[in-house]
């Protein structure tokens, strides 16, 4: 087993489609075989730089490892870098911008045995041809005016695929099923462009076979193209692939998920503080399941249950929401360490607050959806200068001057605390309120912007636990202060 995923870098994918890589990474592991990268770069004009180099750290990100693919000397010369490279391999180049002799030598083994021919058509002949085939409201395509031609070799000219006439064909793919085409509209595209170039179709059915591709898995966008590749398998006598084209993939709007739809790439993901693994998962679910309710699996078990015949053939959706349920999932399931180590990386400096930070974090993964949520949670630990949220609690009937002789009252209470344990505070804040005849909805939020500065913190008591009574104390004084100024 042998898959590969083959994209070009034409700009920097939405997330949706790295559910190809996915798919084809977990049927290859599933079977133990091979999971190939392969950069389709022939449309040079469109080609934007970084892109590749996106591609590969993503995939490392996401902890895909690439078996084969381009290795150190062939992104250098494209001139991408990547932390992340993978190792090369017995079929490179994989890239293919730097293959262009196999290529010229396919068109010209075509060409030597009648399936291929040169063309020298002008672009102002094509454009003539193409008007005068709307005109008539004809399927536009080019005529085969040099099918039995002799273009001299050292003329500028294309390549040619000789279409056969009227084919029929059908193939069993591994998703969709038994696909036929009859007479498919297609008219001698072209092989092999003036600038030695391959199109995609050459490329992609010389490459496959070359890098002995045993399943190619890709978006159905491609589908109309496999008549092109089945009749080149057949005029190379070639055995093609099994082809699996994957459903489209919808947003929530019903519309195709595009990144001018607004659909994220894994790297906004992932500054807002998704985890890959969750990324993952939910992406493995828009169009598998292995049958059941569960919805979360590892890695290794996904590997383990993955099966082509189990992938949806109608469209999935992309819900934003189930997203950051999945993330919130998995945020819980880190282990305090983990979770540490993880938040970090947005923002280095809970290091001065770390068991603080690892007191409270069961507390902060309760609550989070992504990571990014996390740090301004926490930053009433930190030394920093944040304004409090007054206007959460100072409102009609509760005044500044009533608020400070509310926060002097608790700071005489838990003064006199003989502990600082979360049950302890708990207990004498509530029969505090209790005993002004105060609903705890009046108390709560006073203390804690005073003492938390914001609304959104983890629990109360919790927090002014790990604080500390010192800090609490003093908190509340500069709360007193900056209310009576
Ligand atoms: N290069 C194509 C793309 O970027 C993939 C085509 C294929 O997988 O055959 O989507």
Redesign the pocket.
């Known amino acids: 087993m042998r898959t590969r995923f083959?994209?070009?870098p034409t700009g920097f994918q939405h997330i949706g489609g790295f559910r190809t890589a996915f798919f084809a990474w977990a049927l290859a592991k599933h079977f133990g075989g091979e999971f190939i990268l392969r950069i389709?770069d022939t449309d040079q004009e469109r080609k934007v730089e970084g892109a590749v180099s996106f591609i590969l750290d993503e995939l490392a990100w996401f902890g895909i490892e690439i078996d084969e693919g381009p290795g150190k000397e062939e992104l250098e010369k494209l001139g991408e870098r990547s932390a992340h490279l993978p190792k090369g391999g017995r079929h490179g180049p994989y890239i293919q911008s730097l293959r262009l002799p196999k290529y010229k030598a396919a068109a010209q083994k075509l060409i030597e045995t009648g399936f291929a021919y040169r063309c020298d058509c002008t672009p102002e002949m094509l454009e003539k041809e193409r008007a005068e085939q709307m005109a008539r409201r004809e399927v536009p395509g080019y005529s085969g005016y040099c099918r039995t031609r002799e273009v001299p070799e050292d003329k500028p000219h294309v390549v040619r695929f000789k279409m056969p006439h009227k084919p029929k064909l059908s193939m069993q793919d591994a998703v969709k099923g038994l696909v036929s085409w009859d007479n498919p509209p297609l008219r001698d595209p072209v092989l092999l462009k003036s600038d030695g170039f391959p199109t995609?179709h050459l490329a992609?059915v010389v490459d496959d076979h070359e890098m002995e591709i045993t399943h190619?898995m890709?978006?159905d966008e491609?589908l109309p193209s496999t008549p092109i590749h089945l009749l080149l398998y057949q005029a190379f006598g070639w055995e093609a692939p099994v082809f699996a084209h994957l459903p489209v993939i919808l947003g929530e709007d019903g519309k195709k998920l595009s990144k001018r739809h607004g659909a994220p790439t894994s790297r906004e993901l992932r500054e807002k503080g998704f985890l890959p693994e969750a990324i993952f998962n939910f992406v493995m679910l828009i169009g598998w399941s292995p049958g059941g309710e569960q919805e979360v699996f590892t890695k290794d078990e996904i590997v383990r249950l993955f099966s082509l015949d189990r992938v949806n053939n109608a469209s999935g959706v992309f819900l934003q929401s189930k997203l950051e349920w999945m993330n919130g999932k998995y945020i819980r399931d880190l282990t305090s360490e983990e979770f540490y180590k993880r938040v970090r990386e947005f923002s280095p400096e809970i290091d001065s607050i770390k068991s603080k930070f690892l007191e409270l974090s069961p507390h902060l993964q309760e609550r989070a959806k992504t990571l990014l949520e996390i740090p301004s949670m926490i930053e009433f630990l930190t030394d920093k200068k944040i304004s409090r949220e007054w206007d959460k609690v100072i409102k009609k009937d509760v005044t500044k001057e009533s608020a400070a002789s509310l926060l002097n009252e608790l700071k005489v209470l838990i003064s006199e605390l003989s502990g600082f344990e979360i049950e302890i505070l708990d207990k004498s804040v509530r029969e505090f309120a209790e005993k002004k005849g105060l609903k705890v909805g009046a108390v709560f939020p006073l203390l804690r912007i005073a003492t938390l500065y914001t609304s959104a913190t983890p629990p109360l008591f919790e927090s002014l636990h790990v604080l500390g009574k010192d800090q609490v104390l003093r908190r509340i004084d500069e709360a007193v202060r900056e209310l009576l100024l």
């Open positions: 083959a994209p070009s389709e995609y992609v190619v890709r978006g491609w």
